[in-house]
């Protein structure tokens, strides 16, 4: 492996890319849409203390959104498009091995990936400038950004050497990061309500008259003020389906926005609840690993007595769950690791090998 031969492959690569006007066009409209969306954070959390957290999140989140949407067609079509163009052949005969070609590749992917995450800085600027954002979060999530970027290069890169067709690998490489992004909470949702349990609801209500008030036990016209002197009847069970989305909660492991919400650092307002969008991601997942109740009761004549009247806070759900990100990301590199060899070994020299209709020069 030879950095010099590794890194012009990744130049050659983007000066392709930064020589199209379109390329900037692109960049223009990718800034537009994050003004807009910078300018409506501020107006939803502008009345709520101090604003710069739950923009801060915002932003970045658009952004991982926008890379997620924007990098398999700038990296789905890297390998088989210079086969089809034929200028792929050429550069195989030379000193440059396979390994160096794929990875040149999936670093200009992921440089090009990160060139929008840079147009994304002056607007995670201003939202550091409304104040209260922890520099912390700011660190983890730009890595997490970074990584995620890079993955979904890897992917795109490896699919392009995988697949003879580029508009296939590009589609491809869609449906990857659609089944991840889409796919897990879409197949959490299903398969969590699929293997619900039965769970028993116990409830008694009071006695009502004509006019719809509750009969009293002491046959006085009104006593709605005090339950417990109503006329009370018999105890009624039934049952319910309880989904189990605690026994699939770890399929979001996956999912760049948990990641991206489930390792960075969660703060939480004078209320107790996360002060951004990253904590209430987090918060919605980890409140996914807790069981639900399997018994209900219900007294109208002690409505003050419920089950469920005691709930855990936000904060003490968070700190008695698991976190799952370092998991999902592993996933992640892993998949994206496995098809960049297939790729290597699909596009190695001299190949024994080639689908119909490739294209050598």
Same mark, same amino acid.
């Given at each position: 492996?030879?950095?010099? #031969?590794?890194?012009?492959?990744?130049?050659?690569?983007?000066?392709?890319?930064?020589?199209?006007?379109?390329?900037?066009?692109?960049?223009?409209?990718?800034?537009?849409?994050?003004?807009?969306?910078?300018?409506?954070?501020?107006?939803?959390?502008?009345?709520?203390?101090?604003?710069?957290?739950?923009?801060?999140?915002?932003?970045?989140?658009?952004?991982?959104?926008?890379?997620?949407?924007?990098?398999?067609?700038?990296?789905?079509?890297?390998?088989?498009?210079?086969?089809?163009?034929?200028?792929?052949?050429?550069?195989?005969?030379?000193?440059?091995?396979?390994?160096?070609?794929?990875?040149?590749?999936?670093?200009?992917?992921?440089?090009?990936?990160? *060139?929008?995450?840079?147009?994304?800085?002056?607007?995670?600027?201003?939202?550091?400038?409304?104040?209260?954002?922890?520099?912390?979060?700011?660190?983890?999530?730009?890595?997490?950004?970074?990584?995620?970027?890079?993955?979904?290069?890897?992917?795109?890169?490896?699919?392009?050497?995988?697949?003879?067709?580029?508009?296939?690998?590009?589609?491809?490489?869609?449906?990857?990061?659609?089944?991840?992004?889409?796919?897990?909470?879409?197949?959490?949702?299903?398969?969590?309500?699929?293997?619900?349990?039965?769970?028993?609801?116990?409830?008694?209500?009071?006695?009502?008259?004509?006019?719809?008030?509750?009969?009293?036990?002491?046959?006085?016209?009104?006593?709605?003020?005090?339950?417990?002197?109503?006329?009370?009847?018999?105890?009624?069970?039934?049952?319910?389906?309880?989904?189990?989305?605690?026994?699939?909660?770890?399929?979001?492991?996956?999912?760049?926005?948990?990641?991206?919400?489930?390792?960075?650092?969660?703060?939480?307002?004078?209320?107790?609840?996360?002060?951004?969008?990253?904590?209430?991601?987090?918060?919605?997942?980890?409140?996914?690993?807790?069981?639900?109740?399997?018994?209900?009761?219900?007294?109208?004549?002690?409505?003050?007595?419920?089950?469920?009247?005691?709930?855990?806070?936000?904060?003490?759900?968070?700190?008695?769950?698991?976190?799952?990100?370092?998991?999902?990301?592993?996933?992640?590199?892993?998949?994206?690791?496995?098809?960049?060899?297939?790729?290597?070994? #699909?596009?190695?020299?001299? *190949?024994?090998?080639?689908?119909?209709?490739?294209?050598?020069?």
């Amino acid at each position: 492996m030879n950095a010099t #031969r590794l890194w012009t492959i990744a130049r050659l690569e983007l000066l392709q890319r930064v020589r199209t006007v379109s390329w900037y066009v692109l960049l223009g409209v990718f800034a537009l849409l994050l003004i807009g969306v910078t300018a409506l954070a501020y107006l939803a959390y502008g009345g709520w203390g101090q604003s710069g957290p739950g923009i801060y999140s915002v932003v970045v989140c658009v952004t991982l959104l926008l890379v997620l949407l924007v990098s398999p067609t700038l990296s789905g079509n890297s390998i088989n498009g210079d086969r089809d163009a034929a200028t792929l052949a050429p550069v195989q005969v030379t000193l440059v091995t396979t390994g160096e070609i794929l990875l040149g590749k999936f670093v200009a992917g992921w440089i090009t990936g990160l *060139a929008f995450a840079a147009v994304a800085a002056p607007f995670l600027v201003i939202a550091t400038f409304a104040g209260g954002v922890d520099p912390l979060t700011v660190v983890v999530s730009l890595v997490v950004l970074v990584v995620e970027t890079g993955v979904v290069a890897a992917i795109g890169v490896a699919l392009s050497g995988l697949l003879a067709r580029p508009l296939f690998s590009v589609a491809t490489t869609y449906l990857v990061v659609a089944a991840l992004t889409v796919g897990t909470p879409l197949g959490f949702g299903l398969i969590g309500a699929a293997v619900a349990s039965e769970g028993t609801s116990i409830t008694r209500s009071y006695e009502t008259g004509p006019d719809g008030a509750p009969l009293c036990q002491d046959g006085a016209r009104f006593c709605g003020d005090t339950p417990e002197k109503f006329v009370c009847g018999e105890w009624q069970t039934g049952t319910y389906r309880a989904p189990r989305f605690d026994y699939v909660w770890w399929l979001l492991s996956a999912n760049p926005f948990v990641i991206l919400g489930d390792a960075t650092p969660t703060r939480f307002s004078e209320y107790g609840y996360p002060d951004d969008l990253f904590g209430s991601l987090k918060l919605s997942v980890r409140s996914a690993q807790l069981p639900p109740s399997l018994e209900q009761r219900w007294d109208d004549c002690a409505p003050g007595v419920h089950l469920d009247s005691t709930q855990p806070t936000p904060r003490e759900i968070i700190d008695e769950t698991v976190p799952s990100w370092f998991v999902g990301l592993a996933v992640q590199v892993l998949l994206a690791g496995l098809l960049l060899w297939g790729a290597w070994a #699909r596009t190695r020299t001299p *190949a024994r090998s080639l689908p119909p209709g490739t294209r050598i020069a």
